[in-house]
């Protein structure tokens, strides 16, 4: 079992639906977590993160960390064909900096 | 553009040659990550140095790869002998920071293609 699970989709949406993106862990040490977005053959674009539980809200993105299910989700409101792209999580323990990734959802968001 | 670049963005190769990468982090930053990513997976990490000292191998780098930050500033991996299973993008971010977590920055990665 890798430490991150991720369904890597493609997950395919009309243009204005609410995106519900996922991860699960298995780390309880994990204490920061990331979205990333990356479109195709570019560098990994970090969205948002949180520390430890809670919620977090950017403009159309919301965070979400449940540490006692070991779950994380991204929900993107009024999706756009912009939004199309693979979006990666990752995590990072307390006192630590290196990033472990899960590996991604492609989204597809159609006018 | 003060970003962190990669240079080249693109490498094609044969069997058993050596490549070299290099990357320029972000301008003061202390921190700089390497990461690999192949298809269809997200990134693993290599190594990292906080400024001139490599401080953390992921037991993917094998003893083909090394890499060296000799200034602080831009770091280099070097792969020997290639191998078919090193064709990835190689993925650099940086960071400035002490302890713990510091949001990291991404460039845009080098490709790597063994034949």
């Known amino acids: 079992q890798k430490e991150v699970e991720q369904d890597p989709g493609p997950l395919s949406v009309p243009e204005g639906a609410i995106v519900s993106l996922n991860c699960t862990y298995s780390?309880?040490?994990?204490?920061?977590f990331m979205w990333y977005r990356q479109y195709s053959r570019k560098g990994p674009e970090l969205l948002m993160y949180t520390y430890s539980s809670g919620n977090k809200e950017d403009g159309r993105f919301t965070a979400q960390v449940d540490k006692s299910s070991k779950y994380i989700s991204l929900f993107i409101r009024d999706s756009q064909p912009s939004d199309s792209a693979t979006y990666l999580c990752?995590?990072?323990?307390?006192?630590?900096?290196?990033?472990?990734f899960g590996k991604g959802t492609m989204l597809l968001v159609s006018p | 553009d003060t970003g962190v670049s990669q240079d080249p963005r693109h490498k094609i190769t044969k069997r058993g040659q050596n490549v070299t990468f290099r990357c320029d982090p972000i301008s003061e930053h202390n921190r700089l990550y390497w990461y690999r990513q192949t298809l269809g997976q997200g990134p693993e990490f290599l190594t990292y140095?906080?400024?001139?000292?490599?401080?953390?191998k992921s037991r993917l780098l094998s003893d083909r790869f090394s890499a060296e930050r000799p200034k602080g500033s831009f770091s280099t991996l070097e792969i020997q002998r290639t191998e078919q299973g090193d064709s990835a993008m190689y993925l650099c971010a940086s960071s400035f920071g002490q302890g713990g977590y510091n949001e990291q920055f991404f460039g845009p990665g080098t490709r790597l293609t063994v034949l």
């Open positions: 990752a995590m990072v323990n307390s006192g630590y900096s290196t990033l472990t």
């Open positions: 140095f906080q400024n001139e000292a490599q401080l953390e």
């Open positions: 780390n309880s040490a994990f204490q920061y």
